[in-house]
């Protein structure tokens, strides 16, 4: 029970803020203390997912610094990477963000993005997008935002395979993590100025994919229950494999931590110290490695938050049937490619494509995807830069491949089933083409949404049209003083009366234009048929 006079303050104010003071919000379990930052009301770091109902805190807390990240494992590569693992970790770090304008009272009942950070499940952290500068221009236009960042588990914290792992119901805690965040906005965001019946939910590359997932019919929650719309960039639903495929990498972080002899392995694991187990991840493959894209931790298939592959789901129809904003960067598979320059020959790259993308696939299979995807640099990612990017004989191949594979394959696949039942817009970006070796890569176009400012140099036009969505569940529809657009969004549609959906285009300099989405559509079928097929033979067999 709160006491008496704190909850008297909630009941008449919930969140007040004075002229040139912090902002301060009573949510059912303490009051807390934020920052005021211009026009901005920012509150960090509240507990989302306890083992019980947190307990009532006396006194103001304070809410002014972001949480150490969670643990996940360093990433190494055959070539030079920044640092870019989270400085501080913890493992209490199931903690969220609030950017609200500071006008916001719990009358305004403002629509509200939820942002899950990418990293290829492996590394994140809430902060890793700067969000503040499009609430601010939200507010800018009349179209104001609040917009949450959520941390969830990554790497084996999170994403942990293995029969003991399923059988113990601990699956894809990661995914539940951000479940347990979203119920949180139900809960407390009309406390900060929020309408939790008008909540978006979005991210980039894992958050994208995040996104897209929990857009899937499951047996934890109802999707519409918790959001309305999608926004995801660079991620759509992807094959995932089942939890009984982790196996082999459950078995191997029990022996590396001396657990092999143990009655309950997991049990085992969970006693082993931080340091100890994270120094035994970081001994797996990463998103570097030579495997690339195919994960050793990520989402998979257990029955509950996943009930069966994401392709068979979109394929049968088993999703919220929302409005959804989806894109991809051009050139998304160079980066992950420059781990396989080894792999210099064709016979090289059939062989890499059987034994780490078609294990089951039969040889004339693999033949096709070749031809497919030629041994032609003029054909390969960077697209649309001929001969040059040759980082190796087969470099520029494996990227068109590994591109189409995760991010632009699975966007079109999943377009094409989603645009016959709701509404679908979607994006390419060219911008950054010209950087050697990568063109316009995975992540280049984070900060085309998402600026770390509002300069006059800054193309205002696609943080509009994320703010409309936001807003009214159309890039196009605006409902502020002005929308920098020019360029009206078509919507994406397999039944388009040409034969090929239109999209828009994002192009150096700051241009946009509408074009068909006419590209690679061979390859990209053929590819996707394949991959659609193992999946409804592999859930035959269980």
Same mark, same amino acid.
């Given at each position: 029970?709160?006491?008496?006079?704190?909850?008297?303050f909630a009941?008449?104010?919930?969140?007040?803020?004075?002229?040139?003071?912090?902002?301060?919000?009573?949510?059912?379990?303490?009051?807390?203390?934020g920052?005021?930052?211009?026009?901005?009301?920012?509150?960090?770091?509240?507990?989302?997912?306890?083992?019980?109902?947190?307990?009532?805190?006396?006194?103001?807390?304070?809410?002014t610094? #972001?949480?150490?990240? @969670?643990?996940?494992?360093?990433?190494?590569?055959? #070539?030079?990477?920044?640092?870019?693992?989270?400085?501080?970790?913890?493992?209490? @770090?199931?903690?969220?963000n609030?950017?609200?304008?500071?006008?916001?009272?719990?009358?305004?009942?403002?629509?509200?993005?939820?942002?899950?950070?990418?990293?290829?499940?492996?590394?994140?952290?809430?902060?890793? *997008?700067?969000?503040?500068?499009?609430v601010?221009q939200?507010?800018?236009?009349?179209?104001?935002?609040?917009?949450?960042?959520?941390n969830?588990?990554v790497?084996?914290?999170g994403?942990?395979?293995?029969?003991?792992?399923?059988?113990?119901?601990?699956?894809?805690?990661?995914?539940?993590?951000?479940?347990?965040?979203?119920?949180?906005?139900?809960?407390?965001?009309?406390?900060?100025?929020?309408?939790?019946?008008?909540?978006v939910?979005?991210?980039?590359?894992?958050?994208?994919?995040s996104?897209?997932?929990?857009?899937?019919?499951?047996?934890?929650?109802?999707?519409?229950?918790?959001?309305r719309?999608?926004?995801?960039?660079?991620?759509?639903?992807?094959?995932?494999?089942?939890?009984?495929?982790?196996?082999?990498?459950?078995?191997?972080?029990?022996?590396?931590?001396?657990?092999?002899?143990?009655?309950?392995?997991?049990? @085992?694991?969970?006693?082993?110290?931080?340091d100890?187990?994270?120094?035994?991840?970081d001994?797996?493959?990463n998103? #570097?490695?030579?495997?690339?894209v195919?994960?050793?931790?990520?989402?998979?298939?257990?029955?509950?938050?996943?009930?069966?592959?994401?392709?068979?789901?979109?394929?049968?129809g088993?999703?919220?049937?929302?409005?959804?904003? *989806?894109?991809?960067?051009?050139?998304?598979g160079?980066?992950?490619?420059?781990?396989?320059?080894?792999?210099?020959?064709?016979?090289e790259?059939?062989?890499?494509?059987?034994?780490?993308?078609?294990?089951?696939s039969?040889?004339?299979?693999?033949?096709?995807?070749?031809?497919?995807?030629?041994?032609?640099?003029?054909?390969?990612s960077?697209?649309?830069?001929?001969?040059?990017?040759?980082?190796?004989?087969?470099?520029?191949?494996?990227?068109?491949?590994?591109?189409?594979?995760?991010?632009?394959?699975?966007?079109?696949?999943?377009?094409? /089933?989603?645009?016959?039942?709701?509404?679908?817009?979607?994006?390419?970006?060219?911008?950054?083409?010209?950087?050697?070796?990568?063109?316009?890569? /995975?992540?280049?176009?984070?900060?085309?949404?998402?600026?770390?400012?509002?300069?006059?140099?800054?193309?205002?036009?696609?943080?509009?049209?994320?703010?409309?969505?936001?807003?009214?569940l159309?890039?196009?529809?605006?409902?502020?003083?002005?929308n920098?657009?020019?360029?009206?969004?078509?919507?994406?549609?397999?039944?388009?009366?040409?034969?090929?959906p239109?999209?828009?285009?994002?192009?150096?300099?700051?241009?946009?234009?509408?074009?068909?989405?006419?590209?690679?559509?061979?390859?990209?079928?053929?590819?996707?048929?394949?991959?659609?097929?193992e999946?409804?033979?592999?859930?035959?067999?269980?």
């Open positions: 029970m709160l006491p008496p006079l704190l909850t008297l009941a008449l104010t919930r969140l007040s803020v004075v002229s040139g003071a912090a902002p301060v919000v009573t949510l059912k379990y303490g009051v807390f203390q920052t005021l930052d211009g026009n901005l009301s920012t509150f960090l770091v509240y507990g989302f997912s306890l083992p019980k109902a947190p307990e009532v805190l006396y006194g103001v807390q304070n809410a610094a #972001f949480s150490p990240a @969670c643990p996940q494992q360093a990433l190494s590569a055959p #070539f030079p990477i920044p640092p870019i693992v989270a400085p501080e970790m913890s493992e209490d @770090c199931l903690k969220l609030v950017f609200a304008p500071s006008s916001a009272t719990p009358r305004s009942k403002l629509p509200v993005l939820v942002w899950i950070y990418g990293g290829g499940f492996e590394i994140g952290n809430s902060p890793d *997008t700067e969000v503040r500068p499009v601010e939200s507010i800018a236009i009349g179209e104001p935002v609040i917009i949450v960042t959520p969830y588990r790497s084996a914290w994403f942990l395979g293995g029969k003991e792992v399923g059988d113990a119901g601990i699956s894809n805690l990661g995914l539940r993590d951000q479940i347990f965040a979203l119920e949180w906005v139900q809960e407390n965001i009309a406390a900060f100025g929020g309408d939790p019946a008008r909540v939910i979005g991210g980039p590359s894992a958050g994208a994919i996104a897209a997932i929990l857009l899937l019919s499951n047996k934890r929650f109802e999707p519409t229950s918790l959001f719309g999608a926004f995801m960039l660079s991620g759509s639903p992807i094959t995932t494999g089942s939890i009984e495929d982790g196996q082999s990498h459950y078995d191997e972080l029990v022996a590396a931590n001396n657990c092999t002899g143990s009655q309950d392995t997991l049990e @085992c694991l969970r006693r082993v110290p931080l100890a187990f994270k120094a035994a991840v001994e797996t493959p998103i #570097f490695s030579f495997s690339s195919q994960n050793v931790w990520r989402p998979r298939v257990d029955g509950d938050i996943i009930v069966q592959d994401p392709l068979i789901s979109v394929s049968t088993l999703y919220a049937k929302i409005p959804i904003m *989806t894109g991809d960067a051009d050139d998304e160079t980066l992950f490619s420059l781990s396989s320059t080894n792999i210099t020959t064709n016979d790259f059939l062989g890499y494509l059987h034994s780490n993308f078609f294990p089951k039969t040889p004339a299979q693999i033949a096709e995807l070749a031809v497919l995807y030629p041994d032609d640099p003029t054909q390969g960077p697209f649309d830069t001929g001969l040059a990017n040759q980082f190796t004989p087969q470099f520029k191949r494996i990227a068109a491949f590994q591109g189409d594979f995760l991010f632009t394959g699975a966007r079109r696949f999943f377009l094409e /089933h989603t645009s016959k039942t709701q509404n679908a817009w979607s994006w390419v970006n060219k911008r950054g083409k010209s950087t050697p070796i990568v063109g316009a890569a /995975h992540g280049s176009d984070v900060t085309i949404w998402f600026p770390p400012t509002i300069s006059n140099s800054t193309d205002l036009g696609p943080i509009d049209s994320l703010v409309n969505f936001i807003n009214t159309d890039p196009n529809l605006s409902t502020g003083a002005r920098t657009s020019a360029v009206f969004w078509p919507k994406w549609s397999a039944l388009s009366s040409d034969g090929s239109s999209l828009l285009t994002l192009s150096d300099p700051g241009a946009i234009s509408v074009d068909p989405e006419n590209f690679r559509v061979n390859a990209i079928r053929f590819l996707y048929d394949l991959l659609l097929k999946a409804e033979e592999k859930a035959a067999q269980h």
